[in-house]
Nanobody, 120 residues
C-alpha cells in the first residue's frame, strides 16, 4: 500500500508564502493524478491543484495565479514520487487543512493532512 506524507504547513500572515510537499512511500508509475485538496472548518473538501503523470495541471479558480503545483523526477516523467505546492499571496480564506491525494488506476490514497493558517 502506498502512503503519502505531507509537510510544510504552518501559520503565515496574509500576503505571505508557504510551500507544501507530499512524498509517496515509493515511486508511482504512470499515476492518473497527484495533488492537493483542502477542507476549511464547516466546509466540504475541495480541489486545490492536481498534476497528472504527463505533467498537465488543474487548479481551482480561487488559487489560479497564486498557487503553483510541481513535481519531481521530471527526467523520468513516467514515475512520480513527490509533488509540491507553492502558495503565494496567501489570504485568510486559504486557511484549511490541506490533504495530499493520489489516484492511480483504481487506487486512491489520502495523506493525513497539514494545517495552513493565514492570519495576522
Amino acid at each position: 500500500q502506498v502512503q503519502l506524507v505531507e509537510s510544510g504547513g504552518g501559520l503565515v500572515q496574509p500576503g505571505g508564502s508557504l510551500r507544501l510537499s507530499c512524498a509517496a512511500s515509493r515511486s508511482i508509475f504512470s499515476p492518473n493524478t497527484m495533488g492537493w485538496y483542502r477542507q476549511a472548518p464547516g466546509k466540504q473538501r475541495e480541489l486545490v491543484a492536481v498534476i497528472t503523470g504527463g505533467a498537465s495541471t488543474n487548479y481551482a479558480d480561487s488559487v489560479k495565479g497564486r498557487f503553483t503545483i510541481s513535481r519531481d523526477n521530471a527526467e523520468n516523467p513516467g514515475y512520480l514520487k513527490t509533488v509540491y505546492l507553492q502558495m503565494n499571496s496567501l489570504k485568510p480564506e486559504d486557511t484549511a487543512v490541506y490533504y495530499c491525494n493520489l489516484v492511480v488506476r483504481d487506487l486512491e490514497v489520502w495523506g493525513q493532512g497539514t494545517l495552513v493558517a493565514v492570519s495576522s
